[in-house]
């Protein structure tokens, strides 16, 4: 069982394939270790933060950096629909769109080895971070709100941040995100970083965690 707490969210035990049973069967303990240190190399990265704090850019970057896969939630949601993330808002509203990311999240979480970038909103709902973190390392992307503001500024397909009031909205929405944000165990400021100082960080810290977990995994084994 692997007990380790992420700020509040317990990471759920490292399921085994059948093959990895019966290896464990036949060669406890060691068997078991090798099967569990595998299983903990190919933990996700899941990258958190609020719109524009550079998910899907360093997401990017990290997956390059790890030679593994990158998905971004939101694109998963619009194949999956059929519709863009502000047609969804706007044909369904903000509670179906909220629906659909959680089931995408619990989807996500039984895949392995993702450098996943999920949607700034993924924090509204504790349930999303706790099957995030059930296979995964969650790392915040700090952003203080000027930057936020200014990098999104030039996108129009951000539903939240549309309209006459968006720039308050953001500001309200921002102050009330940011304990979530902050109840993450990992956390990288991303404001006035280059994109490829703010990559490196994070494949650090995921590195650390991996390595961490194993470590920790040996002692008890
Ligand atoms: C949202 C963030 C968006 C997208 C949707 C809602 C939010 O993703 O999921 O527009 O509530 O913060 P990005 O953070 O990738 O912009």
Redesign the pocket.
Known sequence: MDDIKNGGVQAAPISLSPRAVAFCLLHPPAGCYAERVEAHSKLNLVLV?????G??TVGRGAAAELQTRFV???RV?EEREGLT??EI?SLFGEPS?RQI?AEVAEELSREKGLVI??????V?RPSNLEHLARQGILIHLRVNLEGALAR?RSHS?????RGEDAEQRARR?FAE?QPLYESIPHHVDTTNHPTSEVVAEVVRLYRQEVARRKSKFKKIS
Request: proline letters at 3%; aromatic letters at 10%; glycine letters at 16%.
């Open positions: 933060g609020f719109m524009g704090s998910k899907s971004d939630m939101d949601i993330i502000s808002f769109f990311e970038a999920t949607g700034g909103g993924v509204l999104t397909h951000r539903p939240l941040l929405i995100r």
